[in-house]
């Protein structure tokens, strides 16, 4: 006891201070560690969730990325494809109308042609009515006489016949 | 009137000779028959203000930290790490994490005390043995058998407690006494009573370890603050940087036995 006392050892005085450690370990406990390491606790869980989310995400990306070149690729192609087959018909079109362009000119040239010449026919029709008239005419005052008309008439048209 | 008042006023000049180191913190009052010394003073006051900031702090912890919220943070993330590596067992770092984490922080806090301006020379005067001596204010309460003791003691009988819980009474206590009629006979024996006794002698190590430390640190900034006080106002300051290590150190040392203690009593004795 003597030994306790001269290093200062006092009974109260330990217990005091034993009661004092353990309200602060108590105090820390309830009021720092546990929440501190629930929290810390709980952030890693976030954090480790969303890296796996991000993982998730990266490697859906990555899918649509390539899905969607695949089908960009095709959607050209088929594009080509359409743009071609529509030249080819574009093509086609023109050459038949052509076609029938001309042949509808042609038609025309020889209708005209038709025309011409049966305008020309009844042309040298009536110029030749027209001459006979002229020609009696002039072989009646050439000849300065009156025959009977009937004979008149026919000696013309021989006449004429003959040219 | 001036010239007595002058003569009234006792000027009292610190010298060497003046400098009383006493093994035993000095009381600087009484409650009744319960003495307040100054450790007792300086444990109340560092308790409530690890109390009072801690409590501050975490008031509103947030999921994104800020501030001071970081420092605590990193400091218990430390303090986890550390006794991660020793337990490997995340369930139990959390079970022995209050102790371990309180007996470091509280430990390297009134260590650290002892470097605050103004220890030793800040103080009521006193009459001892004849001389008229300071009574400091400050002592580092590492610097009082009774604070040293008190953790020690929590310490020992924590770790006695964990073995007995996890273990369970039987397989506790059969690491200390083994049958003399077993394999190694005698031996085995002798071998569980002296790991009974050190149990006993680790109260005294951790005790006397931190309080010689810690009592040694102060004298010896004492010393040297009275060598040369003047002019070679320098010289405590090497000392001061020695005495925040010391401080650390022995904090970790007090935790990390503790740890090593508490997890050693959970691993059952293996039969020979």
């Known amino acids: ?163 | 009137m001036i010239k007595k008042r002058k003569k009234k006023i006792k000027y009292f000049y610190m010298g060497i000779k003046d400098l009383v180191i006493s093994i035993s913190p000095e009381p600087i009052f009484h409650i009744g028959s319960f003495p307040i010394t100054n450790t007792t003073i300086v444990t109340l006051i560092v308790s409530l203000l690890i109390m009072i900031v801690s409590v501050l702090i975490t008031k509103n912890l947030k999921m994104k930290p800020k501030g001071a919220q970081n420092v605590l943070e990193y400091i218990i993330e430390a303090l986890l790490s550390m006794i991660d590596g020793v337990t490997k067992n995340r369930e139990q770092s959390r079970k022995f994490f209050p102790l371990v984490a309180t007996i470091f922080i509280f430990v390297i806090l009134i260590n650290w005390i002892e470097i605050v301006p103004g220890l030793g020379t800040v103080g009521i005067k006193e009459m001892h043995h004849g001389r008229e001596v300071v009574v400091p204010f400050i002592r580092s309460s590492a610097a009082d058998l009774n604070v040293t003791l008190a953790i020690a003691l929590i310490s020992v009988f924590s770790v006695q407690f964990v073995g007995i819980s996890v273990l369970g009474a039987r397989k506790y206590l059969s690491k200390f006494f083994i049958s003399p009629f077993k394999k190694p006979y005698f031996i085995g024996t002798f071998v569980g009573l002296l790991e009974l006794i050190s149990e006993f002698s680790k109260i005294i190590s951790f005790s006397f370890r931190l309080f010689g430390n810690i009592f040694a640190g102060e004298a010896l900034l004492m010393v040297a603050l009275f060598l040369l006080p003047y002019i070679f106002n320098i010289l405590p300051l090497p000392f001061l940087f020695l005495e925040l290590f010391v401080g650390f150190i022995q904090a970790l040392v007090f935790s990390m036995l503790t740890l090593v203690f508490l997890k050693a009593a959970t691993i059952e004795h293996e039969d020979h």
Not at chain 1, 24 to 52: A, C, G, H, W
Not at chain 1, 123 to 150: F, G, S, Y
């Open chain 1, 1 to 163: 006891m003597d030994l306790l006392n001269k290093l200062g050892i006092h009974p109260t005085l330990l217990l005091a201070q034993i009661i004092n450690f353990l309200i602060l370990m108590f105090v820390l406990y309830k009021f720092v560690y546990n929440p501190v390491l629930n929290l810390m606790e709980k952030r890693e869980k976030k954090i480790k969730k969303s890296l796996d989310k991000a993982k998730e995400i990266d490697e859906k990306l990555e899918k649509i990325k390539i899905d969607y070149d695949k089908k960009m690729t095709q959607a050209k192609k088929e594009a080509l494809k359409i743009l071609e087959e529509a030249k080819n018909q574009a093509e086609k079109e023109r050459e038949a109308s052509l076609q029938k362009t001309k042949k509808e000119v042609a038609e025309i040239i020889k209708k005209a042609k038709e025309q011409i010449s049966l305008e020309k026919e009844k042309l040298v029709e009536e110029a030749k009515d027209d001459l006979d008239k002229i020609v009696i005419l002039a072989v009646e005052k050439i000849l300065d006489q009156r025959l009977d008309k009937e004979i008149n008439n026919k000696t013309v048209q021989e006449i004429i016949k003959q040219v």
